[in-house]
Every structure is written in C-alpha cells, then in structure tokens.
Nanobody, 126 residues
Framework: QVQLVESGGGLVQPGGSLRLSCAAS????????IGWFRQAPGKEREGVSC????????TYADSVKGRFTISRDNAKNTVYLQMNSLTPEDTAVYYC???????????????????WGQGTQVTVSS
C-alpha cells in the first residue's frame, strides 16, 4: 500500500511561489494517478491538479490554470506542484492523493483516490 507525504508548504506573500512535494513509499508513483487537492476553512475539498499514471497527462482546475504546474520525477518517486502567482484565495491545506484507477471525468474529484497524505498548509498573506 502506497504511503504519501506532502511537504513544501508555508507562508508566502501574494504574487509569490511555492513548490509542494508528494513523496511516496511502499509503491511506485508511476503506477498511480496522483492528484493535488486543497481545503480551505469552512469549504469543501477541491481538486487542483492531477497527473495520470504512465503517460503523465495533466489536468488542472480552471482556478489554477497557467499558474500551477504538476510534474513527476520517477527517479525520486515524487510528484511536485509548482505554484506561481499565488493569491490569498490559494490559502488552504494541500493534500496529495493516489488512485490506481481514476476515471478521466473524476480526476479532480476525490471519489477514486484511495491513498491520502496528511496535508501541508499553504498561507498566502502580506
């Protein structure tokens, strides 16, 4: 069973950048769809981005397109989320999640993801 650990969160000023990491153990990330989700206080968890198993197809929520980039380093068994041009609306706990079989229309929904990390806090504030 794969275990996922996020890191890289922190406090950043509006317009700044952060890179989140999702490191895996107990499994090879290339065998999983890996999604990034976020949850702000009082709000539902929402999908941010997904990278598909094997071919690495990427998917982004409209709210982050052009600002966030998801990537995978198979040698390090790690998925990254590069976040640029951050705004206070990006403030949330960010989670990475893995699933062996994620239907393409649900890649930004939690439904098909079985494995979750503990989350990392991202705060965008001046």
């Amino acid at each position: 069973q794969v275990q996922l650990v996020e890191s890289g969160g922190g406090l950043v000023q509006p317009g700044g950048s952060l890179r989140l990491s999702c490191a895996a153990s107990g499994g090879t990330l290339d065998n999983y769809y890996i999604g990034w989700f976020r949850q702000a206080p009082g709000k539902e968890r929402e999908g941010v981005s997904c990278i598909s198993r094997n071919d690495g197809t990427t998917t982004y929520a409209d709210s982050v397109k052009g600002r966030f980039t998801i990537s995978r380093d198979n040698a390090k068994n790690t998925v990254y989320l590069q976040m640029n041009s951050l705004t206070p609306e990006d403030t949330a706990v960010y989670y990475c999640a893995g699933g062996e079989s994620v239907r393409f229309w649900r890649r930004l929904r939690t439904t098909d993801y079985n494995y979750w990390g503990q989350g990392t806090q991202v705060t965008v504030s001046s």
